[in-house]
């Protein structure tokens, strides 16, 4: 498995020299030192958990630097140079690895180049050897960190503790600052919201973490997370709504409106500066922060209108929730009131902040970067938005359906919205507040209209990529291909405008579902964001813009390769169609001349079955004979070559369906007995990366080869036949009346390995997805006029 | 769910407001203090996040006393007393609970009562408000914890950090130790074994976390937890042996010896006491530990010889491993020799330890402090042992058959030797030690003998039991009911030597597998062992010896409900005896006639049909068509009243097989169609419990209501035919020869519900725990001379 490193910057040897003495790990005279000594003391410098030289000594004993030799009697020989072999059976093991069990005493190179470590080769002097112990401070060890944050997490960098100021190495951020000290406080940022309408300007909760050493004078940056979840969350399920329901006739739809909350202007911010009076209570929420928290960057979080500890409704997805999370930035970045408390008596100020913000965090935290950096707010340099929705109708909807997330059949937006409005937990907000949470409710319910699933005015002030032009900072995407709760499509959008914008911008595509990717052993993420941090938030000339390519996407048939992209987009492949035929193939020929039909019959007999929605998907696609019935399927010969489908597949359809009402499903699928990757990564140990010294860990993980599986999904979409006319209006519908629906699918960058063949599906109810009728429903497709066409590499 | 709560101790009203008064909890001049005063005082002094009074009060709004009215209005009145459900209305708040989704604040103490916290009713003067204060910081959080350890994890006892003292609050230690201070060292103990036999005693590492506290000569008591695992796991399982093969004659079996290392006796220690030179990298593995950290007590792991950082061989189970385990206590109590490293230049002493050392620690942690206590070594007060193993042959063999332990086909001892091998890691051992330790692995495999599955010699010197003459500490042992990794037999076997001790002893059973139960809803053991370790390791006289009953069983029906009772042993109920008939029923009224038969078919179609051991299982006990063919199955009608069975079933068995060698399984299962609890504990807020300030988290859980199903597996037993003569020796045994077997089966405490039955199964092979054979065998059973026997309550 390879460790991939982006994050190391090509240094000069002088430069090597500077770092390292001022990390105090090489002697200021080290010139002075023979090439045996320094080795010694190099290797002892590495043993951070070893108080004393006399305990350093004690365990060079216990490295082997031969199959018969250890590293104590290989340095009693005074040797003047060290071979490639015997440097790195040292450097293995400093790195975390175990002889015979991990790698060959006789050949720890071959293990490295299998591992992608760096190699340094013929250390025959003092020069080489310092070059040799640079790189491998810079080195990612078993653990996933570089040996310099594992030393860190053995206390190396406390030596440095009270110096109170920023130390880098290598172009990033060191652990140099007093983890056990962190502040944690509680403010309260003034709004210009009413939106529990009782005519004050809403206060929000604002939790800090920030370095002690600001309290001396240091001014550092914010990563801000704007999490509605960060006060608790109101567990729902339970309320979900019904999905096993009829569809409705779309017509009835009429387009509710958005309408706004009163505004109750805040004053701008007076002389006064008290210190916080509140400790924090709640959690950093993202290992990420606090690996960069004990490296100097405070963390910022806060819920927003209606969570805990602050004022106001849970307006899911509207500018109001928009506004709220933006203000915090003004006052980090003094443009804004906070109190002290919610009595509003006492002013306090950001004045520890350097007033350059970046913003963290996944799903609903992601999403919320977006929606900020929309409004091009002063402060904010860069966003680094995690599996992020860009149009909350693209969450909840698509295509004129109601549409759920994975694993969130019934969940809607007023739903999400009561699951964050977690001011009702204090009782005294709760006495206040509910009469006007419910009437909320109601209005949200109304409006987001689960009968017809269309486009309206209350969906289009969801849509954040409207207002992409208002983007003035930096910007990083990072999603999962393999995303079924916040769909691919939600990136994809959104990149496709941010990359003509005048702005730095990167995008990150990983095999995971929804998930993080800082952990993976197959990149350095969390080390490119420690440059990119210092690059953006610091100022540091570092190369963090230039050190890794634009696009960066992993691989789904090899986890451990990432592919370096200029663009995600269709144009990175040629244009391939295929057409289904009478017998059920899909080839580039031509058409079928057939009708052919299936009867869709709801979730009858999915409910009747009781199993998962992922085991029937699982079934539906490998053509399980009771799951497929419903469904018509056409599929290719095996793939001779592989095959690279990038961008966005589309596919049209003609269909009838036999009542005035329908909708349809198309799926393209990899068919094909083989060993896929797991669907999340595996933990590979446990807690074993250290945040800082004692401050938290995380894990590492990575796809690993799993278990044999027949068919993988690659993508699909679904559609209303009443929008067969207009995506953002719904038509009038005859039974038997023949339509032309044409699909763009969910975007993806996928492999079909030689050996697969690749199916298109076209069916009706998605059991995890779409809503599931009660009465059945005949599909009749024209094959002549149905086809699929993608990209390919 | 009921939070139930033993280790609240009774408390005189002077002693309330002593208490409270030391923990600046309540004014010293509180009689100057009006009553209203006073509550709003006392309220705030609870909201330990709020650091100033103004904060403190402006959090008094969020807090609701009826319906209507906040606790900052009603306090406004200035009332003289409050009422019973006004109180708890805001008490429940401070406990964490939701109004509205947890309460209802028409009705606090309904919710209460459901939930077992006390009520403490009529609060019209000071002196009831102080009671009623003092039993609401002793009460139970919705977290699990009290609200004094909620209010400690928001920073509340800080301010008794660097006092250098114990602190006690209800006859339990305070979390007063600065555990941003925690000092965490690595020494060296010497051993008088010499088993990597280079004539040099083994040094075994030692990792002490202890107070900061004790440098200004505070002594402390020490939790010693002996873990193989410590210094890292070598995963093996691939090695597992092959477990599809035929039996073998078991009259080949040769009665392995054990033979004893050569010993190399230490120095006793010198004058010489250094500070310690080496810093911990490793982690306290149990959050129990750090828990007690944070309230003064040290905590002092060390794996044993063979493990990580220690010399020798790691020989499972042995006498050699007792005895590095337990010289460990030695030089905690100051009478063995520990240096700072491996060169053995400096002698450093455990000066910081009161010399009161009790053990903790689970599964081969837990076994390890029932070897050492069995060695009556001076220092050792009490022990903890969790889910502990008392003789290996009940962990990897019974009644002359190799068992497997749950979902450990293959494991035997010589693997688990491998798994904590872990000084192979280090190289310098690795190339002193591999010879050595591959000769020892050869002769553990032979001597365990996976060809007889017979007892012998070698299992004979890993049989605790029979040295519990020497245990002179105090005794809590803590098992699962469902435990099928380390079975109940283990400590059920010890506690009927054990309870005959003149030693202090209690006995915990959970519904839980191989797990702990420190952090259970249903009993708050966590407070108890504060109160146990308190009263043991510093001598308070806290009642901890009468607080709670001897035998403590948490019921199969409902989790929340604990048995109390004075034993766990047959006795306990009521002798009844079942017969199985011509036509599979189960009755007290007479025997069967026939003689009936099954083909086992060993692991043939197991291991085609690609199911998980626990998959079968299920299967197999419900009565599944094609798992239960090879098997008999005796039931019983519905009950008509509940009936739970204690202590160990006996099933005796005329039987013949086909063939001269054969393995016969008996079963007890529970059949009916109901909502059984989960297997694991529910885990209810992740992280919700904090162990001190800052300093480790831990999880609530619960066994909780789940899912439908048909049957459970109660007890069972395995037993080599060939044993029907000694349970210690084989004899030869002829195809077709009828032998009477007596199964002791794993000791239980169930309860039948009305409506289930109960049903005898008779089988061969169990896929998960006996050998597969790849040989069909006829086991023909003579019902006439079969019975089961059990003791009911």
């Known amino acids: 498995?390879?460790?991939?490193?982006?994050?190391?910057?090509?240094?000069?040897?002088?430069?090597?020299?500077?770092?390292?003495?001022?990390?105090?790990?090489?002697?200021?005279?080290?010139?002075?030192?023979?090439?045996?000594?320094?080795?010694?003391?190099?290797?002892?410098?590495?043993?951070?958990?070893?108080?004393?030289?006399?305990?350093?000594?004690?365990?060079?004993?216990?490295?082997?630097?031969?199959?018969?030799?250890?590293?104590?009697?290989?340095?009693?020989?005074?040797?003047?140079?060290?071979?490639?072999?015997?440097?790195?059976?040292?450097?293995?093991?400093?790195?975390?690895?175990?002889?015979?069990?991990?790698?060959?005493?006789?050949?720890?190179?071959?293990?490295?180049?299998?591992?992608?470590?760096?190699?340094?080769?013929?250390?025959?002097?003092?020069?080489?050897?310092?070059?040799?112990?640079?790189?491998?401070?810079?080195?990612?060890?078993?653990?996933?960190?570089?040996?310099?944050?594992?030393?860190?997490?053995?206390?190396?960098?406390?030596?440095?503790?009270?110096?109170?100021?920023?130390?880098?190495?290598?172009?990033?951020?060191?652990?140099?600052?007093?983890?056990?000290?962190?502040?944690?406080?509680?403010?309260?940022?003034?709004?210009?919201?009413?939106?529990?309408?009782?005519?004050?300007?809403?206060?929000?909760?604002?939790?800090?973490?920030?370095?002690?050493?600001?309290?001396?004078?240091?001014?550092?940056?914010?990563?801000?997370?704007?999490?509605?979840?960060?006060?608790?969350?109101?567990?729902?399920?339970?309320?979900?709504?019904?999905?096993?329901?009829?569809?409705?006739?779309?017509?009835?739809?009429?387009?509710?409106?958005?309408?706004?909350?009163?505004?109750?202007?805040?004053?701008?911010?007076?002389?006064?500066?008290?210190?916080?009076?509140?400790?924090?209570?709640?959690?950093?929420?993202?290992?990420?922060?606090?690996?960069?928290?004990?490296?100097?960057?405070?963390?910022?979080?806060?819920?927003?209108?209606?969570?805990?500890?602050?004022?106001?409704?849970?307006?899911?997805?509207?500018?109001?929730?928009?506004?709220?999370?933006?203000?915090?930035?003004?006052?980090?970045?003094?443009?804004?009131?906070?109190?002290?408390?919610?009595?509003?008596?006492?002013?306090?100020?950001?004045?520890?902040?350097?007033?350059?913000?970046?913003?963290?965090?996944?799903?609903?935290l992601g999403t919320l970067q977006i929606a900020v950096a929309t409004t091009g707010v002063a402060g904010l340099k860069t966003v680094v938005s995690e599996a992020a929705i860009s149009s909350w109708y693209d969450y909840y909807r698509e295509h004129g359906l109601v549409i759920a997330p994975e694993d969130c059949q019934g969940e809607d937006l007023d739903l999400l919205a009561e699951t964050c409005q977690s001011n009702l937990w204090d009782a005294g907000s709760y006495l206040k507040i509910k009469p006007k949470y419910d009437a909320m409710q109601k209005d949200l319910l109304t409006k987001e209209d689960r009968t017809t699933g269309q486009y309206s005015d209350y969906w289009e002030a969801r849509n954040y990529r409207h207002h992409t032009d208002g983007i003035k900072c930096s910007w990083i995407s990072v999603h999962g291909l393999n995303d079924w709760n916040v769909k691919p499509k939600n990136v994809y959008k959104i990149w496709q405008k941010v990359k003509n914008l005048p702005i730095k911008h990167h995008l990150f595509l990983h095999q995971g579902p929804h998930y993080n990717m800082n952990n993976l052993v197959s990149i350095d993420f969390t080390d490119l964001m420690n440059l990119w941090f210092v690059h953006e938030l610091l100022g540091l000339k570092n190369n963090a813009d230039k050190q890794w390519p634009t696009v960066m996407i992993q691989d789904n048939l090899e986890a451990d390769k990432w592919h370096e992209e200029k663009d995600w987009a269709d144009d990175l492949g040629q244009e391939v169609v295929y057409y289904p035929t009478d017998s059920q193939e899909l080839t580039k020929d031509g058409n079928g001349k057939e009708k052919q039909s299936f009867t869709d019959v709801g979730g009858k007999e999915f409910t009747a079955a009781i199993i998962s929605e992922s085991d029937w998907q699982y079934k539906f696609i490998c053509g399980d004979e009771k799951w497929s019935k419903p469904s018509l399927r056409f599929t290719t010969d095996e793939f001779i070559h592989p095959v690279t489908i990038v961008g966005r597949p589309e596919v049209k359809v003609r269909v009838a369906g036999s009542l005035p009402k329908g909708q349809l499903s198309v799926a393209l699928v990899e068919l094909g007995d083989r060993k896929r990757l797991t669907a999340t990564p595996k933990f590979l140990m446990r807690g074993g990366q250290e945040l800082g010294y004692r401050f938290g860990t995380d894990t590492l993980q990575e796809f690993m080869p799993d278990k044999l599986t027949k068919a993988k999904l690659i993508t699909k979409a679904h559609m209303n036949l009443q929008n067969y006319q207009d995506m953002k209006k719904p038509s009038k519908l005859e039974a038997g009346q023949f339509v032309d629906l044409t699909f763009k699918l969910q975007p993806t960058y996928y492999t079909i390995p030689s050996g697969s063949s690749l199916a298109l599906i076209i069916y009706s109810t998605d059991q995890g997805m779409t809503k599931r009728p009660l009465e059945d429903e005949t599909y009749t497709i024209d094959l002549a006029q149905t086809e699929i066409k993608f990209y390919q590499k």
């Open 1 to 364: 498995m390879k460790y991939n490193q982006y994050a190391y910057v090509k240094t000069d040897h002088e430069q090597e020299v500077k770092e390292l003495i001022d990390i105090n790990f090489l002697p200021r005279n080290y010139e002075d030192w023979s090439f045996s000594d320094l080795l010694a003391k190099l290797v002892k410098m590495t043993l951070a958990e070893a108080k004393s030289d006399e305990a350093k000594t004690a365990k060079l004993a216990e490295f082997a630097v031969t199959e018969s030799q250890t590293l104590a009697d290989f340095l009693a020989d005074k040797p003047e140079k060290i071979g490639t072999n015997e440097f790195y059976n040292v450097a293995l093991q400093l790195l975390g690895y175990h002889v015979h069990y991990d790698y060959d005493l006789a050949d720890p190179t071959a293990f490295m180049q299998r591992n992608a470590l760096p190699v340094v080769k013929d250390i025959t002097n003092v020069a080489q050897l310092i070059t040799a112990f640079y790189r491998l401070l810079n080195t990612r060890s078993k653990n996933g960190q570089i040996l310099l944050d594992v030393m860190a997490g053995k206390g190396y960098f406390t030596q440095f503790w009270g110096q109170n100021k920023f130390m880098f190495f290598n172009g990033k951020a060191l652990p140099v600052f007093d983890t056990n000290k962190v502040i944690r406080e509680v403010v309260y940022v003034e709004t210009d919201l009413d939106t529990d309408q009782d005519g004050k300007s809403d206060l929000v909760q604002v939790t800090i973490f920030r370095p002690r050493e600001t309290t001396a004078g240091l001014k550092v940056p914010a990563l801000y997370t704007a999490s509605p979840y960060f006060g608790g969350i109101i567990a729902n399920e339970k309320r979900n709504h019904k999905v096993d329901e009829n569809l409705s006739d779309a017509t009835e739809w009429n387009d509710p409106q958005y309408v706004a909350s009163p505004i109750v202007k805040a004053a701008k911010p007076a002389a006064e500066d008290k210190p916080a009076t509140e400790k924090a209570v709640h959690k950093s929420s993202y290992p990420l922060n606090e690996y960069l928290l004990a490296r100097g960057f405070a963390s910022v979080f806060a819920g927003g209108i209606g969570t805990r500890g602050s004022d106001g409704l849970r307006i899911t997805g509207a500018p109001e929730e928009t506004e709220s999370a933006k203000e915090v930035i003004e006052w980090l970045h003094g443009d804004r009131i906070a109190y002290t408390d919610r009595t509003r008596k006492h002013e306090t100020k950001a004045s520890w902040c350097n007033g350059n913000i970046g913003m963290t965090g996944r799903s609903y």
